[in-house]
């Protein structure tokens, strides 16, 4: 709950710790407008840190690979939010929440890792499995929020776990499509710009008109 002691034992949750601290003493001293905000894991479009396990699950399957896991968090649980129902959370906040308070944005679904892994396989219809890598994580094996206080002013999500991972399936693959697309006309503009003026004439190209036919 957002009433629990904040307990950091690394470098990465104690700058969060510090953050939320930084701005509740804004919100003290100078009595500005401040909502500290604690969110479970945020998935969805436009996410291109591909080291996150969603976006890079989707990639390998993509390019027809198996996804990986690591074996130390194979049976990890945590919650997913799609980042349509954060940025409702968002606005709902700047609008109705009380300031200096602190909310979380969770949900009640829990996955494993290896749970979440094998319904983006089943969504993209992939059955080759995933590997497994040996590698251990000082990490909270049962991690969750609850978000009672949100859902106080009204707040619900929209997307279940399946909708949210089927609208972002679908914007990686035309991201991807697009990134293949570009680096094609990327080699095509590289050979092209290389080719002696007789080759281009030859192809009926002139050198002025290399950029025109690669990126029309």
Known sequence: TE???????????????????LAQSYHKTYGMDVNVIRCANIYGPRDMNLSRIIPNTIRKILNN???????????F????????????????????G??????????????TIKDLVQ??????????????????????????????????LGWSKQHSFNQGLVKTIDWYKKIFKKIQENQQRRADYWILINLSD???????????????????
């Open 3 to 21: 009433d629990m002691k904040l307990q950091p034992d690394d470098p990465y949750s104690t700058s969060k710790a510090c953050a939320d601290l």
């Open 65 to 75: 690979q198996k996804p990986q896991i690591y074996s130390g968090v194979l049976n």
């Open 77 to 96: 649980k945590r919650e997913f939010l799609f980042i349509d129902d954060v940025c409702e959370a968002y606005q709902l906040l700047s609008n109705t």
């Open 98 to 111: 009380v300031a200096g308070e602190i909310y979380n944005i969770g949900d009640t679904e829990f996955y």
């Open 119 to 152: 319904e983006i396989s089943d969504i993209m219809e992939f059955t080759d499995g995933y590997e497994v890598m040996g590698k251990d994580f000082l990490e909270i094996p049962f991690q969750y929020m609850s978000a009672d206080k949100l859902k106080s």
């Open 198 to 216: 007789k080759e281009l004439h030859d192809m009926g190209i002139s050198r002025g008109e290399i950029r025109q036919k690669v990126y029309r």
